[in-house]
């Protein structure tokens, strides 16, 4: 808008300039000159709150009226003066480093932090009117500094440095920082991004020495474990050897035992059908069948039947007598 006044202010100007030069008269210079002094003070005049942005209008430094919203409004040249406070989201970054330490003791740094926050547009005036350079410096460093102090001693060792723990608590402790150094709630941080944080090199020398002496520890065990378990698998795989022999010779042994078992009872079976064969007839053969080959032995072989039966009884006990006397 103020773009388009002075463009309008300065064609007119420029008419009646040029009119009154080709005519040779004065008045329309004047007049022309006039409209250009008019128009240039509209301009000026008009001032342009943007979105995201409260207007302060001051007279002589002192604050004229409530804060502005975005809009467009008309002031008195020379006479006030319009300063625009960001209250959109921004950002700023902190590149040094802070040293702090855990709550072991550890010293640890951070580095490049980046902070988003935003000005509570209500609070506008009130950083206008008490705040210093509240342009470029309304976050203070020692309100960031202490922040991340707090943060680091809350947290042990295996923590501090892990984004995810010590960044909530850094919002924390910085916004409550800053509310306790205005006074008052003027900012919100709704973020704090660390670029980079550590142990000291010494500390972090110390840690790979344990950890190497740890990984060291750790294969000696997993060695000794692999003997033990290789071990123990060989004693398993002989017992199992051991077991299947056994098993195997009781099985033999048992194998062995019902074949003695079943050529005793075969031999028992043939002896009982031998026995029930045996007829008092074929008993006394026998016995006959002895005694003379133990008479003919002696060459005292004389046999003497012995009665009518069909298998003759002969009487050997004679023969034997003469022989001996």
Not at 201 to 221: C, F, S
Not at 239 to 255: F, G, R, T
Request: proline content about 4%; aromatic content about 8%; hydrophobic content about 40%.
């Amino acid at each position: 808008m103020r773009i388009f006044i002075a463009i309008i202010g300065l064609l007119l100007t420029a008419g009646f300039i040029g009119w009154s030069v080709v005519k040779e008269k004065i008045v329309p210079a004047i007049i022309g000159i006039m409209l250009g002094i008019i128009f240039f003070l509209i301009t000026i005049s008009i001032v342009i709150v943007p979105t995201g942005y409260m207007g302060i209008k001051s007279r002589y430094q002192q604050i004229e009226g409530d804060p502005l919203k975005p809009g467009t409004y008309f002031t008195m040249p020379f006479i006030n003066q319009v300063d625009k406070i960001n209250c959109k989201q921004q950002e700023i970054t902190y590149e040094n480093q802070i040293w702090g330490e855990s709550n072991e003791r550890t010293p640890v740094y951070t580095e490049d932090i980046s902070i988003s926050y935003q000005i509570n547009p209500e609070k506008a005036a009130w950083i206008w009117a008490n705040v210093e350079e509240w342009d470029y410096k309304l976050l203070k460093s020692s309100a960031i500094i202490t922040a991340i102090k707090r943060a680091s001693i809350e947290l042990p060792n295996d923590q501090v440095t892990n984004r995810s723990y010590i960044q909530p608590l850094a919002i924390k402790y910085l916004q409550e920082e800053l509310n306790k150094y205005y006074k008052e709630s003027i900012i919100t941080i709704y973020a704090v991004n660390i670029g980079n944080m550590d142990f000291s090199p010494e500390y972090n020398t110390a840690l790979e020495q344990r950890d190497l002496a740890k990984l060291e520890a750790e294969n000696a065990k997993y060695v000794n474990e692999k003997k033990l378990a290789d071990a123990e698998a060989a004693t398993k795989e002989a017992k199992i050897k051991s077991d299947s022999k056994i098993e195997i010779e009781k099985q033999e042994a048992e194998a062995a035992a019902e074949k003695k078992r079943i050529a005793a009872e075969a031999e028992a079976d043939s002896n009982r059908k031998i026995a029930e064969s045996l007829t008092p007839e074929l008993i006394e053969l026998k016995r006959i069948d002895v005694e003379k080959q133990k008479a003919e032995s002696l060459g005292k072989w004389n046999p003497t039947v012995i009665g009518g039966n069909s298998i003759p009884m002969i009487n050997i006990d004679n023969n034997t007598k003469e022989g001996g006397e």
